[in-house]
């Protein structure tokens, strides 16, 4: 089992930044591929980022490249979202998942991740 708990989301401006963070328990970290997913009111749950487990790949929705870095630490069991240049439509509620190494490189499909968080609540205002 793992246990994933997001943090860092809130209110900022237009053009402002965010750094989410998402702490995962157990010993295996490691051995998980991490992804961020987001779901605004009203839509589908989309990709927004992913990292394989290994750390050495990443892979991000075109609506965020350039802007958002994902990235993990894991000696701190804990994988990252740097936002920047945040846009109102990047309001959303932001939700990390793992997905085991076996079944998953670093993909952009929910289905290929067997834990997720609670979500942290990203608003950006105009």
């Known amino acids: 089992q793992v246990q994933l708990v997001e943090s860092g989301g809130g209110l900022v401006q237009a053009g402002g930044s965010l750094r989410l963070s998402c702490a995962a328990s157990?010993?295996?970290?490691?051995?998980?591929?991490m992804g961020w997913f987001r779901q605004a009111p009203g839509k589908e749950r989309e990709f927004v980022a992913t990292?394989?487990?290994?750390?050495?790949?990443?892979d991000y929705a075109d609506s965020v490249k350039g802007r958002f870095t994902i990235s993990r630490d894991n000696a701190k069991n804990t994988v990252y979202l740097q936002m920047n240049s945040l846009e109102p439509e990047d309001t959303a509620v932001y939700y990390c998942?793992?997905?085991?190494?076996?079944?998953?490189?670093?993909?952009?499909?929910?289905?290929?991740?067997?834990?997720w968080g609670q979500g942290t609540q990203v608003t950006v205002s105009s």
């Open positions: 998942a793992a997905g085991h190494r076996t079944t998953n490189s670093g993909s952009p499909t929910p289905g290929a991740y067997n834990y």
């Open positions: 157990g010993r295996t970290f490691s051995s998980y591929s």
């Open positions: 990292i394989r487990w290994s750390g050495g790949n990443t």
